[in-house]
């Protein structure tokens, strides 16, 4: 009986449960045992009770609850080569060959490099007598599926990632309320919400409440960057706007490569020798990681996990390591590797021609 194993790693995001309680009951529906790998690498490193299996009923109304229910951890042991073997003797103890990972694209290239390094790690467990020859004979092969988990919405080569919508959906809900006192006081207000590196939450809550300005590490501001915003807010107020909302990501950055912050913006919007509004920060947070899945996110995490699971029992020792992506609204086997290299050569924020028309419809656009 093939044993399949189901871990998230990284940042939590809402559909995380859809996609292990899917893995789960789809490995067990095609006749393989599951088992749930907890706390992530960690859990690999660690082994012993971080590795269980799975029954159809472990994983009953997990798809309305938010988080990660095997839970999920930043681990540096597994970055390093010793914990890498540790890892792969503890699978072995277990039985499992296959590995479904729902994670980020760090998580993910950590099991890229897991499955190259396989062989090499059986022979020197075999080397090291921490295993018997034998006992490593059947399992020559790692197979690999990825799952992409995150709310940042960062990986190219897929539309959206599991989580991306109910954080945005999140961010969108906040910013309707901090309108609502924003516009009696008539004040402004700079809203930081996440995104490292991608700016997708930023741009597309600022496209989807009619934000006055976004700022996203994707595009760095031009030098000039203080006078657009001020000009583009000031004919907003003039037009009676009463209330200002930026949407800054958390990694926001100028053309030199310096930091734009929250409290930067604010203080140019508070200048009194400039637009000197009553200007507020607020930082959204780990609200915006939080809370249950939307139903795009549950039914994303459900299909992709039963494609994951197909994937994992089809995959060939020689293919690349593939992951689970959507495109075109179809769910689809791609590269890993590619997606990732991808990702570092075209922001996928500034990929959508789209958002940039959006912006436009904005009030400071209209010629009367
Ligand atoms: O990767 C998802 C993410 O939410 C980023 O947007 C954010 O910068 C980071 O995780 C925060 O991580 P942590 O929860 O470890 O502070």
């Known amino acids: 009986k093939k044993k399949i194993a189901i871990m998230t790693s990284g940042g939590d995001s809402p559909g995380m449960n859809a996609a292990v309680r899917a893995c789960v009951r789809m490995a067990i529906h095609m006749g393989c045992d599951a088992y749930c790998v907890y706390e992530g690498y960690e859990g690999l490193v660690q082994g012993g009770d971080f590795i269980r299996q799975m029954d159809w009923h472990d994983v009953r109304g997990w798809l309305s609850e938010g988080g990660t229910l095997i839970g999920t951890a930043r681990c540096m042991a597994f970055f390093e080569r010793a914990g890498r073997l540790t890892a792969a003797k503890n699978m072995i103890l277990h039985g499992i060959d296959a590995l479904i990972i729902c994670g980020g694209d760090g998580s993910l290239t ?93 741009l597309m809550a600022g496209v989807a409440t009619g934000a006055d300005f976004i700022f996203i590490p994707e595009k760095p501001r031009e030098d000039n960057w203080r006078e657009e915003m001020c000009g583009i807010v000031h004919q907003h107020r003039k037009r009676g706007k009463r209330k200002t909302i930026v949407i800054i990501a958390e990694g926001a950055l100028d053309k030199e490569g310096n930091k734009i912050t929250a409290e930067m913006v604010k203080d140019l919007l508070a200048d009194k020798q400039g637009l000197g509004l009553d200007t507020r920060v607020t930082t959204l947070g780990h609200v915006q990681r939080g809370g249950t899945a939307v139903a795009y996110d549950r039914m994303l995490g459900t299909l992709q996990g039963v494609e994951a699971v197909k994937a994992v029992l089809e995959a060939a020792p020689e293919t690349p390591t593939c992951f689970i992506a959507i495109t075109e609204n179809k769910i689809a086997r791609k590269p890993l590797m590619q997606a990732v290299q991808d990702t570092k050569e075209v922001a996928k924020a500034i990929e959508r021609q789209d958002f940039q028309m959006a912006m436009s419809l904005r009030d400071a656009e209209f010629e009367e």
């Not at 099991?111 to 006992?135: G, H, T, Y």
């Not at 004979?137 to 690999?144: A, S």
Request: aromatic share 8%; hydrophobic share 45%; net charge negative.
């Open 110 to 202: 950590g099991a890229d490099r897991f499955r190259a390094e396989w062989p090499s790690l059986l022979e020197e467990l075999v080397r090291k007598k921490e295993l018997m020859a034998d006992q490593v004979e059947l399992y020559k092969h790692l197979n690999i599926v990825g799952l992409v988990g995150s709310i940042d919405n960062d990986l190219s080569g897929t539309d959206a990632t599991i989580g991306c919508y109910s954080a945005l959906a999140r961010v969108c809900y906040a910013v309707d309320l901090i309108e609502a006192t924003a516009s009696s006081h008539s004040r402004a207000f700079v809203i930081e919400v996440m995104g490292r590196h991608c700016g997708w939450l930023a």
